[in-house]
């Protein structure tokens, strides 16, 4: 079963505008990672939180972490067309299998 | 660099013939290896795991099977295909060549028609 739950399910916005996604999960995790994916692709790895870690930065990304609500953030800041794609949080917990969620699709306007 | 093909790209098949989808990993050794599938607008399914030659595991009951031959070469198998089994196939891998066991990195993947 998933075990993460993003939100929204879809977002649109114009170019320059920031965008932010969530997600949610049930049981305690080691670490949280978020993907993008571009229609019929692959997904790409963005970036990983630890457990331990509230915030990190990687460029126009941003993501944060609260352990104690089971939730996590990602904004991306001054959005690009580029941008546009589906993005989906990831979680582990003691194992090498990750647990993806089911996907924010964004929509960026030029 | 790491590089993982997925081969093919599409693949229409009809109900009752058999599959065989092929992921192969470059420029690392002893991957960790998965193949998720992906329904329409959906997350991600993983169905098998594979942490060496010859070691699969299988995460859901279904149609498919997948073997691991080599050490970098990971396969997904059905010998009588279902209408259900229609779907995206994503291959991925992890290891210490890449951001460590926790990252994965993912093929083009294989979208699946069954008709």
């Known amino acids: 079963s998933q075990q993460g739950e993003e939100d929204p399910q879809a977002l649109s916005i114009q170019e320059g505008e920031n965008a932010t996604m969530n997600c949610s999960y049930k049981?305690?995790?080691?670490?949280l990672q978020w993907y993008r994916q571009n229609s019929g692709r692959g997904l790409v790895h963005l970036i990983l939180?630890?457990?331990?870690?509230r915030e990190k930065h990687s460029g126009r990304l941003r993501v944060t972490l609260d352990t104690s609500k089971k939730s996590s953030s990602l904004l991306i800041t001054a959005s690009r067309a580029a941008d546009t794609a589906s993005y989906f949080c990831?979680?582990?917990?003691?194992?090498?299998?990750?647990?993806f969620g089911t996907g924010t699709r964004l929509q960026v306007f030029p | 660099s790491q590089t993982i093909h997925q081969w093919p790209a599409t693949l229409v098949q009809p109900v009752g013939s058999p599959l065989s989808l092929e992921c192969t990993v470059e420029?690392?050794?002893?991957?960790?290896l998965y193949w998720y599938r992906q329904a329409a607008g959906r997350g991600l399914q993983l169905l098998f795991y594979?942490?060496?030659?010859?070691?699969i595991s299988s995460e859901v009951p279904q149609n498919l099977s997948a073997s691991r031959p080599q050490d970098r070469q990971f396969i997904l198998s059905s010998k009588k295909l279902l209408l259900s089994d229609s779907g995206f196939y994503l291959c991925?891998?992890?290891?210490?060549?890449?951001?460590?066991?926790?990252?994965?990195?993912f093929g083009a993947g294989t979208r699946l028609s069954v008709l």
């Open positions: 420029g690392t050794s002893n991957p960790n």
């Open positions: 939180i630890r457990s331990n870690e």
């Open positions: 594979s942490v060496g030659i010859g070691q």
């Open positions: 990831a979680t582990s917990h003691n194992t090498d299998k990750l647990i």
């Open positions: 049981t305690s995790i080691n670490n």
């Open positions: 991925a891998w992890a290891g210490t060549s890449g951001g460590g066991w926790e990252t994965q990195y």
